[in-house]
Nanobody
């Protein structure tokens, strides 16, 4: 059974950076596309970014393009979300999720993903 654990969240000032990690156990991530999602209080869950199992395809929601970068290190069974130029509106609980999916494709809809981490809080505030 694949298990995911997020880490790297915290409190950061506007304009700062954080790198989130999504570490997997119980199975290799080689055959899984990974998505990062976030949910702020009172708001719906939002797809932030995703990466294909090969790493060759990525997607970003418009609000984070040019600021966030998703990457994966299959040797370490870990996916990363580098977040730069953070804004207060980026404040949310961030979740990583996995779906077994071969090919150069990933999805930014949460209902495509079967395995979820517990989330990590990101707070951007001065």
């Amino acid at each position: 059974q694949l298990q995911l654990v997020e880490s790297g969240g915290g409190l950061v000032q506007p304009g700062g950076s954080l790198r989130l990690s999504c570490s997997a156990s119980g199975s290799t991530l080689d055959y899984y596309a990974i998505g990062w999602f976030r949910q702020a209080p009172g708001k719906e869950r939002e797809g932030v970014s995703c990466i294909s199992s090969s790493g060759g395809s990525t997607k970003y929601v418009d609000s984070v393009k040019g600021r966030f970068t998703i990457s994966r290190d299959n040797a370490k069974n870990t996916v990363y979300l580098q977040m730069n130029s953070l804004k207060p509106e980026d404040t949310a609980v961030y979740y990583c999720a996995a779906t077994r999916l071969s090919g150069n494709v990933c999805y930014d809809r949460f209902d495509f993903y079967q395995y979820w981490g517990q989330g990590t809080q990101v707070t951007v505030s001065s």
